[in-house]
């Protein structure tokens, strides 16, 4: 068994059973953890952090950051 007919083997078994009766899988993508935590950071960042930072700055209104946060 060459390479290719064992990734195939090995792709369909993973997922073969997701499969609709006339699909089949063409390509298998996958990205890398290290790829994806360029937009986690970015995420992390606007959405929790300024938020605090915010809060510590203008107190008096803590029930927007509050909501913003959760």
Same mark, same amino acid.
């Given at each position: 068994?060459?390479? *290719?007919? +064992?990734? *195939?083997?090995?792709?369909?078994?993973?997922?073969?059973?997701?499969?609709?009766?006339?699909?089949?899988?063409?390509?298998?993508? /996958?990205? /890398?953890?290290?790829?994806?935590? *360029?937009?986690?950071? *970015?995420?992390?960042?606007?959405?929790?952090?300024?938020?605090? +930072?915010?809060?510590?700055?203008?107190?008096?209104?803590? +029930?927007? +950051?509050?909501?913003?946060?959760?």
């Amino acid at each position: 068994m060459n390479w *290719k007919e +064992f990734k *195939k083997r090995v792709t369909y078994y993973l997922f073969g059973p997701h499969l609709e009766k006339e699909e089949q899988i063409l390509h298998v993508v /996958h990205r /890398h953890h290290f790829v994806m935590i *360029k937009g986690g950071t *970015k995420i992390a960042v606007l959405h929790f952090f300024i938020p605090i +930072f915010l809060w510590y700055v203008f107190p008096e209104i803590w +029930f927007i +950051f509050r909501v913003w946060v959760s």
